[in-house]
């Protein structure tokens, strides 16, 4: 958008924890230059044993900032703050604020944001179609998909988005666990009732992604209009909100009459 973007964003915390001292400088090296010890280790010199121990000890603090959601913020918002004050030939601080983050509990809060953020164009009135939605992952997808033989595959999706890699089941593939073909419907219709802007516009038949998640079309609709407002950092059904407040140790469970009136 012109003033803001909306990240979903997936953080592998055991994929992280598994990485290798080698894997870890490779992706460190790809946003900065890391320190003369990685830069020595990567070009295959040979470090003394107090130099590893210290180079390990380095590697654990990147590992942590690999998979932490606050440092990949703080790099991403620097990046464009430092390009758009180029741009406007000017200094100083260039975002309003901190990032504002909601934590998704269950797979109808993760739809619901996936499409929330999606639609942001077309609520905003700068797109009248997701595929003419510009820098939203639904356009991407979309383009992706009118050119891959298998459009569902998760190997044919954009390698540059975490590929929906169909229903919950057996040996299911790391991936956001809905059909590419029933999100792309998904959004194309809540589009085409936004556009509407009134409440009689809500098709009677649902698509069947609501339907297997036991949404109705109105809260599905408030969902893909408000979903930032109601909710107070953690989103998703009571069961799984009471499962994350007792794990964070909260006393109370803030945003229960949200998750209550708005997820079964």
Same mark, same amino acid.
């Given at each position: 958008?012109?003033?803001?973007?909306?990240? #979903?964003?997936?953080?592998?915390?055991?994929? !992280?924890?598994?990485?290798?001292?080698d894997e870890i400088i490779r992706r460190l090296h790809q946003l900065f230059s890391g320190n003369l010890l990685s830069q020595r280790y990567e070009r295959g010199e040979i470090l003394s044993k107090v130099e590893l121990t210290q180079l390990d000890k380095d590697i654990q603090i990147w590992r942590q900032r690999l998979m932490? +959601?606050?440092?990949?913020?703080r790099v991403l918002n620097e990046s &464009? !703050?430092?390009?758009?004050?180029?741009?406007?030939?000017?200094?100083?601080?260039?975002?309003?604020?901190?990032?504002?983050?909601? !934590?998704?509990l269950d797979d109808a809060a993760i739809l619901a944001c996936m499409a929330y953020v $999606?639609?942001? %164009? +077309?609520?905003a009135k700068l797109a009248k179609t997701p595929e003419r939605s510009d820098y939203t992952s639904i356009k991407t997808r979309i383009e992706k998909a009118k050119q891959a033989s298998i459009p569902a595959h998760p190997k044919q999706q954009p390698a540059t988005l975490f590929p929906l890699v169909g229903y919950p089941r057996k040996e299911i593939p790391e991936g956001i666990p809905f059909r590419l073909d029933d999100y +792309?419907?998904? #959004? $194309?219709?809540?589009?085409?009732? @936004?556009?509407? $802007?009134?409440?009689? !516009? &809500?098709? $009677?038949? @649902? =698509? =069947? +992604?609501l339907e297997r998640l036991h949404l109705e079309g109105e809260q599905w609709l408030?969902?893909? &209009?408000?979903?930032?407002? %109601?909710?107070?950092?953690? #989103?998703?059904?009571?069961? *799984?909100? *009471?499962q994350a407040c007792q794990s964070l140790g909260y006393i109370r469970t803030p945003g229960r009459r949200a998750c209550e009136q708005l997820f079964p």
């Open positions: 958008m012109s003033n803001h973007y909306h990240l #979903v964003l997936h953080v592998n915390a055991e994929q !992280a924890g598994e990485w290798a001292r932490d +959601i606050s440092w990949f913020m &464009i !703050a430092r390009q758009a004050n180029t741009e406007d030939n000017c200094t100083g601080r260039f975002w309003e604020g901190r990032f504002k983050s909601q !934590a998704l $999606d639609l942001n %164009p +077309i609520r +792309i419907e998904l #959004v $194309d219709w809540t589009g085409r009732v @936004l556009r509407e $802007d009134k409440r009689g !516009a &809500i098709p $009677d038949t @649902l =698509p =069947p +992604i408030y969902l893909s &209009i408000h979903f930032e407002s %109601p909710f107070k950092g953690l #989103v998703g059904s009571v069961y *799984k909100l *009471k």
